[in-house]
């Protein structure tokens, strides 16, 4: 059976190891990106870094990931990664990310990646 982390490229993250921190390249640029999760919430966040020679640099803290919704969609920054990263269930199921459903049906995906395995390094 294909399924659609078959055909679409995603970020895999390992959600029983929050926070988790990693760096990967988005477009042609390497970032920082670290994901938590709020457990009286039940939502998870990230926090977003541009690399520089000694020091990682914040750009965006505390990123609320939302079904559906591209991180990042209201800020108007060119510091962004150019990839567009969407968490979603393909399947249509979920009305929002919750720690059972993340990573199991819905996947932060790259959306402007076109398949291709050079859009993220992890």
């Known amino acids: 059976m294909i ?5 679409y490229d995603y970020i895999p993250i390992d959600k029983d190891a929050l926070p988790e921190r990693f760096d990967i390249e988005l477009g042609v640029e390497l970032y920082s990106m670290q994901f938590n999760y709020n457990e009286t919430g039940d939502f998870f966040t990230v926090d977003l870094y541009t690399k520089s020679e000694d020091e990682d640099v914040p ?6 990931l939302m079904l559906n ?3 990042w969609g209201s800020i108007n920054r060119d510091s962004l990664p150019a990839p567009t990263l969407i968490p979603m269930d393909v399947g249509g199921q979920e009305k929002r990310i919750t720690y059972e459903n993340f990573m199991e049906s819905v996947f932060l995906y790259i959306a402007d990646g076109g398949g291709s395995d050079d ?4």
């Open 119 to 122: 859009d993220a390094t992890v």
């Open 69 to 71: 919704l591209p991180l």
């Open 59 to 64: 750009l965006v803290l505390g990123e609320k």
């Open 3 to 7: 399924t659609a982390q078959d055909v």
